[in-house]
Every structure is written in structure tokens, then in C-alpha cells.
């Protein structure tokens, strides 16, 4: 029978794999909370129409990446494409902007999107990401790129870019897309499929397309565009970033690919990833997806970071601590007979704060050691016969290679002194 593999464009996390992720997402919780923000959890499947009307029907995650069933009620539902959407639901749907102005929330967890699987680049992915929702400051979006920033820092990761640009308000986007399509129009027939159909739909699409991005140097820049409001709230952004020593790089072709942002967008690349793959992630200021979500018009900015690449770039700069121990003792029998005594001994330690292995396995003891040097543990902890009539237990110290018998009474601290370092 042929063996069942994880389905295509998703892998399995390992132990030491797991490790680093617990790490780094430890460290985003950390660094967010130091800026205010709490903690959130949204569902991993949601109304397709949440993406349809938020992220907009001519993105390519809605066209072409979204995992999307029906449910046994006829209702379309999809596994989550990205976690904006869902984290403004949450809060404005709680009403939780109206007790206080701004909501700061971090979240972390799965998303979901049918782009081609290489390194980088999952069905399943994972990504950390905070929303800071209520106020429409150009200091917040100052801020999340800060917290990301801090972020990265906190990781050791050194050699990041980040890259800003202003998308403006809705009606500079307005007098932006007029003039893209005054550009466009003369060269439709030399688009792709895909430019062509976006130079009716969504122009601003066609500076993010790979396959036409010869045509991109000589298109308008969205800052000609702009009004005097807009270009005063990127100046500010690029003042605070400047005050908080983050040299930003301003790109004027950055976009982004949902429809939901305005104003600030910013990425962050970094060189040991090449090509599609460099960006880490980005995010930006979306003051208009409340209204398209049907709530009241709300400001917001936030970002989304993806995890996989971060660890990419962190194994490659070597900043990844050593995964821990699977443990710090190794409880083990000597022979079958003694394995319930074995067994309330390794209750007795991890009752005392102390992560304990059980291994009562019918082998060898000296097989049983072996296998403690494998997981990691830094003390054995032995059952035999006479420890059993002595209600005492041979404590072996791993590392200084020394052992002592030990009262059942004495064990636990004599385990931790060992592990403290003490003598």
C-alpha cells in the first residue's frame, strides 16, 4: 500500500523546525506588546465575500489563489488568503474602537493561497501581523514599520530594506488611474492577457506584473497624482521613521497587491532572497476597507510578515539559537519490574518544575543512556532493584560524569542543583 504524503504545497514542521518558529514568534508577541499591542486570533475560514469586497475581485489572490467551497448551508466560505480583513471584522465588529481609539492587536497563524509551491512559497503558510485600528495618523504608520523594525532586530536579522511609498487618497487614485490608462491604452496590444484585461479593471494591477514590466519605467509616477493632504502625510511618515533611525527607501512603484490600501504601503526585502521571493513582507494604511466591509468608515494600518522567509534569511545569517533539549532528565528503569517505581520517580521530578523523560523500554541501561545523550538530557536518573527496596534512586550528572545515590526525599533537589550548575 503506498504510503500517504502531506497534500502538495504544504510540509510538515518538525521538532527543531518548530523550535525556531516558537522563537521567532515569540519574539513578535514580545515586540508588539512592548508597543501596546494584544493579542487576537480570528477564524482560518471566513465568508468568501470578506476577500471578494475587501481585498477586490481583480487581485490575483481573489481571481486565482483563493481556496474557496461551499459549505452543507450553500454558503461560500474560504480558507484565509491574508489576515487584514479578518482582524478588522474582528474588532470593528465588536465595537471595540468605540471603547478605545486605537485598537492596537498582533496575531500570528496559518493562511492559505494556490500560487505555485517553491522555497518561500507554500499553499499553507504562516505569518505574524499586527493592525492598529481607529486613527488615521501618519505617526501609526510610522509606528507598525518600528514594530516591525524592532522586530527583525530582536531576531538578529541585520541588511534589511525597507521600501515606502504613498498611494494617496481615493481621489488621487482616481486622477492616477486616469493617467495610467492615458499610458496604457497606446500599448494594450503589446500586454499580456492578464494587463489587458487589468487596464479595464485595475490599472494600478499593471505595475505589479512581471511579464510587461519593461513597459513600467516610462508609466506616470502616482506622486504627480497626489494632492497636497497626501503628500504632507507621507512627508510626516518620512519624518518619524527618520526620528526613530529607520533609513527607509522610497520606491515609487511600490503598490502593493490588494485593493484595500491608501496612503502609506511599505515592504521589506532583503538580499539573501532573490527575485519575487525577497520581499519578507509589508503592509500599509487602509482607511477605506471598513466601509467595504459594510461597518462605518474606521482608519487603519497594520502589516503582515511571513514567517517562512524570516527564518530563511535568519538560518542564512546564523541567528537561530540551537533548538533546546527535549528534555533535562532521563527517568529510566533497570529492568521491566521496576517500571512503576521508575515511573513515580519521573512524576515526583516534573512535579518540581523539571521537563522528564520516562523510559522503561525492555533494553539495555546502557542502550537507555545512550538515548539520553541523543534527546538532549543533562541528568539519568536510575531504578534498580536495590534503589526500589532502598526507596532511593542513582542520580548520573551527564555532562561531569559522576553519580550518587539519592533518597527519594533529596531527589528533586538534588536533580535541580545538578542542573543549576551547582555543586
Same mark, same amino acid.
Given at each position: 500500500?503506498?504510503?500517504?504524503?502531506?497534500?502538495?504545497?504544504?510540509?510538515?514542521?518538525?521538532?527543531?523546525?518548530?523550535?525556531?518558529?516558537?522563537?521567532?514568534?515569540?519574539?513578535?508577541?514580545?515586540?508588539?506588546?512592548?508597543?501596546?499591542?494584544?493579542?487576537?486570533?480570528?477564524?482560518?475560514?471566513?465568508?468568501?465575500?470578506?476577500?471578494?469586497?475587501?481585498?477586490?475581485?481583480?487581485?490575483?489572490?481573489?481571481?486565482?489563489?483563493?481556496?474557496?467551497?461551499?459549505?452543507?448551508?450553500?454558503?461560500?466560505?474560504?480558507?484565509?488568503?491574508?489576515?487584514?480583513?479578518?482582524?478588522?471584522?474582528?474588532?470593528?465588529?465588536?465595537?471595540?474602537?468605540?471603547?478605545?481609539?486605537?485598537?492596537?492587536?498582533?496575531?500570528?497563524?496559518?493562511?492559505?493561497?494556490?500560487?505555485?509551491?517553491?522555497?518561500?512559497?507554500?499553499?499553507?503558510?504562516?505569518?505574524?501581523?499586527?493592525? /492598529?485600528?481607529?486613527?488615521?495618523?501618519?505617526?501609526?504608520?510610522?509606528?507598525?514599520?518600528?514594530?516591525?523594525?524592532?522586530?527583525?532586530?530582536?531576531? #538578529?536579522?541585520?541588511?534589511?530594506?525597507?521600501?515606502?511609498?504613498?498611494?494617496?487618497?481615493?481621489?488621487?487614485?482616481?486622477?492616477?488611474?486616469?493617467?495610467?490608462?492615458?499610458?496604457?491604452?497606446?500599448?494594450?496590444?503589446?500586454? /499580456?492577457?492578464?494587463?489587458?484585461?487589468?487596464?479595464?479593471?485595475?490599472?494600478?494591477?499593471?505595475?505589479?506584473?512581471?511579464?510587461?514590466?519593461?513597459?513600467?519605467?516610462?508609466?506616470?509616477?502616482?506622486?504627480?497624482?497626489?494632492?497636497?493632504?497626501?503628500?504632507?502625510?507621507?512627508?510626516?511618515?518620512?519624518?518619524?521613521?527618520?526620528?526613530?533611525?529607520?533609513?527607509?527607501?522610497?520606491?515609487?512603484?511600490?503598490?502593493?497587491?490588494?485593493?484595500?490600501?491608501?496612503?502609506?504601503?511599505?515592504?521589506?526585502?532583503?538580499?539573501?532572497?532573490?527575485?519575487?521571493?525577497?520581499?519578507?513582507?509589508?503592509?500599509?494604511?487602509?482607511?477605506?476597507?471598513?466601509?467595504?466591509?459594510?461597518?462605518?468608515?474606521?482608519?487603519?494600518? #497594520?502589516?503582515?510578515?511571513?514567517?517562512?522567509?524570516?527564518?530563511?534569511?535568519?538560518?542564512?545569517? #546564523?541567528?537561530?539559537?540551537?533548538?533546546?533539549?527535549?528534555?533535562?532528565?532521563?527517568?529510566?528503569?533497570?529492568?521491566?519490574?521496576?517500571?512503576?517505581?521508575?515511573?513515580?520517580?519521573?512524576?515526583?521530578?516534573?512535579?518540581? #518544575?523539571?521537563?522528564?523523560?520516562?523510559?522503561?523500554?525492555?533494553?539495555?541501561?546502557?542502550?537507555?543512556?545512550?538515548?539520553?545523550?541523543?534527546?538532549?538530557?543533562?541528568?539519568?536518573?536510575?531504578?534498580?532493584?536495590?534503589?526500589?527496596?532502598?526507596?532511593?534512586?542513582?542520580?548520573?550528572?551527564?555532562?561531569?560524569?559522576?553519580?550518587?545515590?539519592?533518597?527519594?526525599?533529596?531527589?528533586?533537589?538534588?536533580?535541580?542543583?545538578?542542573?543549576?550548575?551547582?555543586?
Amino acid at each position: 500500500m503506498p504510503q500517504i504524503a502531506a497534500p502538495r504545497g504544504t510540509r510538515d514542521i518538525l521538532p527543531d523546525e518548530f523550535a525556531a518558529r516558537r522563537w521567532l514568534l515569540d519574539a513578535h508577541s514580545a515586540v508588539a506588546e512592548s508597543f501596546g499591542y494584544r493579542g487576537i486570533e480570528t477564524p482560518i475560514i471566513e465568508s468568501s465575500e470578506l476577500f471578494s469586497r475587501g481585498v477586490g475581485t481583480d487581485t490575483d489572490i481573489v481571481e486565482k489563489q483563493m481556496f474557496t467551497f461551499d459549505d452543507r448551508g450553500g454558503r461560500s466560505l474560504t480558507l484565509r488568503p491574508e489576515g487584514t480583513a479578518g482582524s478588522l471584522r474582528a474588532v470593528v465588529g465588536a465595537h471595540l474602537d468605540q471603547e478605545i481609539r486605537p485598537v492596537r492587536v498582533h496575531y500570528a497563524g496559518p493562511f492559505f493561497r494556490a500560487e505555485r509551491p517553491q522555497a518561500g512559497r507554500q499553499h499553507q503558510f504562516t505569518q505574524v501581523g499586527i493592525e /492598529c485600528i481607529g486613527e488615521s495618523s501618519p505617526a501609526l504608520d510610522a509606528e507598525i514599520i518600528e514594530v516591525a523594525w524592532q522586530f527583525y532586530k530582536a531576531l #538578529g536579522i541585520t541588511g534589511i530594506q525597507l521600501q515606502v511609498n504613498s498611494l494617496g487618497s481615493a481621489s488621487d487614485r482616481v486622477r492616477y488611474r486616469a493617467a495610467l490608462v492615458a499610458y496604457y491604452t497606446p500599448l494594450e496590444a503589446s500586454l /499580456c492577457d492578464d494587463c489587458r484585461r487589468r487596464l479595464h479593471t485595475n490599472p494600478l494591477r499593471l505595475l505589479d506584473c512581471k511579464r510587461d514590466a519593461r513597459f513600467v519605467e516610462g508609466a506616470p509616477l502616482l506622486w504627480d497624482s497626489l494632492d497636497r493632504p497626501s503628500r504632507d502625510h507621507f512627508t510626516a511618515v518620512l519624518r518619524d521613521l527618520e526620528a526613530a533611525g529607520i533609513e527607509a527607501i522610497r520606491n515609487d512603484r511600490l503598490v502593493r497587491g490588494l485593493d484595500y490600501y491608501s496612503d502609506t504601503v511599505f515592504e521589506f526585502w532583503h538580499d539573501v532572497l532573490q527575485g519575487a521571493q525577497g520581499s519578507l513582507g509589508g503592509g500599509g494604511r487602509y482607511d477605506g476597507l471598513a466601509e467595504l466591509l459594510g461597518f462605518p468608515a474606521t482608519p487603519a494600518t #497594520g502589516y503582515a510578515l511571513g514567517v517562512e522567509r524570516t527564518l530563511m534569511v535568519a538560518r542564512a545569517l #546564523g541567528t537561530i539559537p540551537q533548538a533546546p533539549a527535549a528534555a533535562d532528565v532521563l527517568v529510566c528503569s533497570v529492568e521491566p519490574a521496576e517500571a512503576d517505581a521508575a515511573a513515580g520517580i519521573a512524576r515526583l521530578i516534573r512535579a518540581a #518544575g523539571t521537563r522528564t523523560v520516562l523510559d522503561v523500554a525492555e533494553r539495555r541501561l546502557d542502550r537507555k543512556l545512550r538515548g539520553a545523550g541523543r534527546i538532549g538530557t543533562r541528568v539519568a536518573v536510575i531504578v534498580g532493584e536495590n534503589e526500589v527496596a532502598g526507596d532511593s534512586a542513582v542520580v548520573r550528572d551527564l555532562d561531569g560524569h559522576s553519580q550518587q545515590t539519592v533518597p527519594i526525599a533529596e531527589l528533586a533537589a538534588t536533580v535541580t542543583r545538578i542542573l543549576g550548575g551547582a555543586s
